[in-house]
């Protein structure tokens, strides 16, 4: 039976400097992080090839100060972190303030349920397609989500609030098995020609 592990990386920050957006992952210089390639060669199969979004639109703005988690198979006790090892991806955006006026962010039409409070936000969750069905995305929610419990307190100054972004026709019924609930006042809008909506949840429920 083949078996997988999750592995997190932390913000590589300026070291994704010399990333090339018009290039594919097995393109890039060998100065990038082996990991960070596993990520991205797994959302160049689903989120370029797959769903259409544009190659030097893929890497963005956020991926230099994300949390990102892969999920790779183990073959006997070697690691691959290869990207052909690679089959599964998802990234996590420290807090944030929403705000009109950070176009740092990928824009939405309306603000958040909670204005001016800081919250994470959960993305580019992808698994190859010939891994799905295997439980590795809800894999990966499981980690970022805990990983946001055990560390809301001690790391982050308290904030639990967390949204997702998510693909209207695809992905909302995933999310609410996690508990995320629709911020119907977000609206929805498009991204890279799919309809999204904003989805919430507060990992420790204090309030």
Not at 2 to 21: D, H, I, K
Not at 156 to 171: E, K, S
Request: proline share 6%; charged share 25%; with cysteine.
């Amino acid at each position: 039976m083949e078996e997988f592990q999750v592995t997190m990386l932390c913000p590589l920050l300026t070291s994704l400097s010399e990333y090339n957006r018009l290039a594919p992952p097995d393109q890039q210089p060998v100065t990038v992080n082996t990991k960070f390639l596993g990520a991205m060669y797994v959302r160049e199969q689903v989120f370029v090839k797959e769903q259409g979004v544009a190659l030097d639109r893929e890497l963005d703005s956020n991926d230099s100060h994300c949390y990102h988690w892969i999920i790779f198979t183990i073959s006997g006790s070697l690691h691959k972190f290869n990207p052909e090892y690679t089959v599964g991806t998802i990234r996590l955006i420290p807090p944030i303030i929403d705000s009109r006026e950070d176009t740092s962010m990928e824009d939405t039409p309306y603000p958040t349920a909670f204005p001016d409070q800081p919250y994470f936000r959960i993305g580019r969750l992808a698994v190859l397609a010939g891994y799905r069905g295997k439980s590795l995305g809800s894999k990966l929610i499981e980690e970022v989500l805990m990983f946001i419990k055990n560390n809301a307190m001690t790391r982050f100054g308290g904030i639990n609030l967390v949204y997702v972004h998510a693909q209207r026709d695809r992905t909302v019924p995933l999310w609410k098995r996690y508990g995320f609930i629709i911020d119907k006042g977000m609206g929805e809008w498009d991204e890279e020609g799919m309809m999204h909506v904003g989805m919430w949840k507060k990992v420790i429920d204090n309030e």
